[in-house]
């Protein structure tokens, strides 16, 4: 589906990637992770055509794209649905609105949007919020559209870059069954991201990038070190320890890779399951978790 022969980008000086050879067929699920600045976006970029490879060869759903013209590239786009850390919805727009509207840009018939609108909102379970606005929806509501709308005109790959980056721990693994909901039902998924919990947790392809090198390919798990970027930064700043004070980065970092433990510490004599009904019920607004 999407095949990089000994691809290399360069920005001037700055390496983008170096000669990567990366084989995902028809109904792959697979991660792209490594470190800021390894070269995640670049390999995007170079799938949607928004920058040329100076060297190898691209190939997307069996048809070389290394070098098309570029009246080419819309049908190129059209086989790509993405979606956005920052979801990028239309904010004037119902939900319907903003999954319609992509099926509009292509001018695809009314009907035929009647029609498949409405399916793809049941399939991301969104439908009966479709006359909602995106500000009346929680973060992870917000990303079901934007899945929706990234699914909506039947795309061949769905391309997602760090689309858990703003959710909480339960939300992102909801958003993770999605996407392997999806992937099971035969859509391509490929997805970028820093989230080492749920790699590991989903066992899935991991491609793994450094500084413009793939340097790993194997299903397993994340395999880098711990980094700084926090997966959920909005709740672990809301968490408070035991004394009632805020959690140290030492903690931070621990409750970024294994959301259980920092709480388990916290909280010595409860049980990982009560743990995560109390988290659940904490990132629902309930209070008193820590009594
Ligand atoms: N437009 C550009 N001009 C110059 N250098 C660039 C440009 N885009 C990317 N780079 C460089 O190419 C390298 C790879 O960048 P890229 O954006 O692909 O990394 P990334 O893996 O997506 O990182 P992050 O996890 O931070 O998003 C970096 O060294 C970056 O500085
Ligand atoms: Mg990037």
């Known amino acids: 589906m999407i095949v990089f022969n000994n691809v290399t980008k360069k920005y001037g000086s700055n390496v983008g990637l170096i000669d990567a050879s990366v084989h995902i067929n028809r109904g792959d699920f697979v991660f ?147 996407l392997d909901k999806i992937n099971v039902r035969g859509t391509t998924v490929l997805m970028v991201t820093h989230a080492k919990d749920i790699v590991d947790r989903m066992n899935k392809r991991v491609v793994a990038i450094d500084k413009g090198r793939i340097v790993r390919d194997e299903e397993g798990t994340y395999g880098f070190k711990k980094d700084d970027q926090l997966y959920a930064p909005g709740f672990a700043d809301a968490l408070i320890d035991v004394n009632g004070q805020p959690l140290s980065s030492e903690d931070r970092k621990t409750l970024y890779f294994d959301p259980s433990k920092t709480i388990v510490q916290a909280l010595p004599d409860d049980d990982p399951e009560d743990v995560e009904n109390m988290l659940e019920a904490y990132l629902n607004g309930g209070e008193d978790v820590y009594e």
Do not use: W
């Not at 029609?115 to 079901?144: F, H, M, T, W």
């Open 32 to 178: 792209l992770v490594g470190p800021s600045g390894a070269g995640k976006t670049t390999f995007i970029r170079l799938i949607l055509k928004e920058i040329e490879p100076d060297k190898g060869k691209i190939l997307l759903a069996g048809k070389d794209i290394t070098h098309i013209g570029r009246r080419e590239v819309p049908a190129i786009r059209q086989k790509i649905g993405m979606v956005f850390q920052d979801f990028r919805l239309l904010e004037k727009k119902t939900v319907y609105e903003n999954v319609a509207f992509a099926m509009e840009v292509l001018h695809k018939r009314k009907r035929e949007i009647r029609e498949r609108v409405p399916y793809v909102l049941e399939l991301v379970d969104i439908k009966d919020k479709a006359n909602r606005y995106p500000d009346e929806l929680s973060a992870g509501e917000q990303q079901r559209v934007g899945i929706a709308r990234a699914l909506v005109n039947k795309p061949r790959v769905l391309i997602c870059d760090e689309p858990t980056g703003n959710l909480d721990p339960i939300t992102a693994m909801d958003i993770m069954e999605l």
